[in-house]
C-alpha cells in the first residue's frame, strides 16, 4: 500500500513554544517524493518543501525545519518559536511515480 | 507574477446539474492538476493534465472530466452532481512533462456546494 499518515489530527500549544508535526509513509517505489504543504484558513495550499527520496540531509528555512529519516518511513517538520500565523492545516504528501498522495493533516493552533 | 487562479470561488448547484470550474495556471506552468478537498481531509487526486490531455488519472468516476486550453488553462466538468460532490476543488499547476513529482502551486479553490 502507499499512503501518508499524519497521526496527530490537531494541536494546540502557546506562541514561542517549539512544535514537531509527525509525517510516516509506505511505498513500494525506491524513487518517490515528499512535501509540505501549509493551508491557512483562506483555503490555499502553500508550498513549504520538496525532498526527494535520496537526499536524506535535514533542512532548516527561518523557524521551518525538517527531518527526513528512510530507516522509519518519516518525513517530520518542526516549528521553532511558534507564531500565531503559524496557525493552519499542515499536509504531508508523497509522489510515487504516477500519483500524489496526501496525509489528512494536522490542525495547528498557536496560542497568544 | 500571477499565481493559480480558480474562478468562481464559491458555487451552489443542485442534485443531477452539471458544474465547470475554472483554472489559469501560474506563468510559465503548462501542467495542470485537479483535486478534490472534502471537509477535513486531504486533497483527493483527480487528473492532471499536460500538453492538452489528460496523463495520470486518480480513483474518480467518468462524471469528472476536463479539458486544457492551448494557452494551458483548464476546465473541470462534474456531471449529474451528488450531494457527496460537496468539496473544495482546488487546482496545482506545475512545470514539466507532466510528472506527479514537479512541485504543484495550488489555487485558492472553489468550494462547490451540492443541495
Known amino acids: 500500500a502507499q499512503k501518508v499518515t499524519q497521526a496527530q489530527t490537531e494541536i494546540s500549544v502557546v506562541e514561542k513554544e517549539d512544535v514537531t508535526l509527525d509525517c510516516v509513509y509506505e511505498?513500494?517505489?525506491?524513487?518517490?517524493?515528499l512535501f509540505w504543504y501549509k493551508q491557512p484558513p483562506s483555503g490555499e495550499l502553500v508550498f513549504l518543501i520538496r525532498r526527494n527520496s535520496f537526499d536524506e540531509q535535514n533542512e532548516i528555512s527561518g523557524r521551518y525545519s525538517w527531518n527526513f529519516q528512510k530507516s522509519t518511513s518519516s518525513f517530520n517538520f518542526t516549528i521553532t518559536a511558534s507564531q500565531v500565523v503559524d496557525s493552519a492545516v499542515y499536509f504531508c504528501a508523497l509522489t510515487p511515480e504516477d500519483k500524489i498522495i496526501f496525509g489528512k493533516g494536522t490542525r495547528l493552533h498557536i496560542l497568544p | 507574477d500571477a499565481g493559480v487562479t480558480q474562478s468562481p470561488t464559491h458555487l451552489i448547484k443542485t442534485r443531477g446539474q452539471q458544474v465547470t470550474l475554472r483554472c489559469s495556471p501560474k506563468s510559465g506552468h503548462d501542467t495542470v492538476s485537479w483535486y478534490q478537498q472534502a471537509l477535513g481531509q486531504g486533497p483527493q487526486f483527480i487528473f492532471q493534465y499536460y500538453e492538452e490531455e489528460e496523463r495520470q488519472r486518480g480513483n474518480f468516476p467518468d462524471r469528472f472530466s476536463g479539458h486544457q486550453f492551448p494557452n494551458y488553462s483548464s476546465e473541470l466538468n462534474v456531471n449529474a452532481l451528488l450531494l457527496g460532490d460537496s468539496a473544495l476543488y482546488l487546482c496545482?499547476?506545475?512545470?514539466?512533462?507532466?510528472?506527479?513529482?514537479?512541485?504543484?502551486?495550488f489555487g485558492p479553490g472553489t468550494r462547490l456546494t451540492v443541495l
Open positions: 496545482a499547476s506545475s512545470r514539466g512533462a507532466g510528472s506527479s513529482t514537479d512541485t504543484q502551486y
Open positions: 511505498t513500494r517505489d525506491t524513487t518517490y517524493y
